[in-house]
């Protein structure tokens, strides 16, 4: 997907931005569809319904990054807890504090996560490429 951006943008936008831009949208079409249908449908709470899309999503979008987009070979273990210290801060600052904050001033449920997720996959892409699968660089 990469080489189908024009020159002058694909010099800037990393291969791994468009990898991680497809995952991502890919997991979080299944985050909504589950906060939808528990919220929604299961009339759970809030709370537990946003928690719920969000393990589901994030596990799947940590595997597929590792193995499809960042093709990462590193110990699987600190990548691991790398990711998890990662999502929970993600978690907190945005799931919980932003979108519930969002729903609770009447941000309808949906539009309240979108604005949280829009703040999280910035955080998320800087976080995976130089945190959690980071590359050892050599002189």
């Known amino acids: 997907m990469h080489s189908l951006l024009p020159a002058p943008l694909a010099r800037v936008v990393p291969e791994t931005a468009v ?3 497809a995952i991502s949208g ?3 079409a299944i985050d909504l569809t589950l906060l939808a249908l528990l919220f929604d449908v299961a009339r759970w709470p809030y709370p537990l319904a946003v928690t719920t899309g969000y393990v589901v999503a994030f596990g799947l979008a940590f595997l597929l990054n590792r193995w499809l987009n960042f093709q990462s070979h590193g110990p699987l273990g600190r990548q691991t807890g790398r990711y998890v210290v990662t999502v929970l801060a993600n978690y907190v600052l945005f799931i919980l504090a932003l979108s519930t ?3 609770w001033l009447g941000v309808q449920y ?3 996560r979108l604005v949280a997720g829009a703040c999280e996959a910035v955080f998320m892409y800087v976080m995976m490429r130089t945190f959690v ?3 050892k660089r050599y002189p």
């Open 110 to 112: 949906l539009a309240a």
């Open 101 to 103: 904050t969002l729903e």
């Open 133 to 135: 699968f980071r590359l």
């Open 26 to 28: 890919t997991t979080y």
């Open 19 to 21: 990898g991680f831009a």
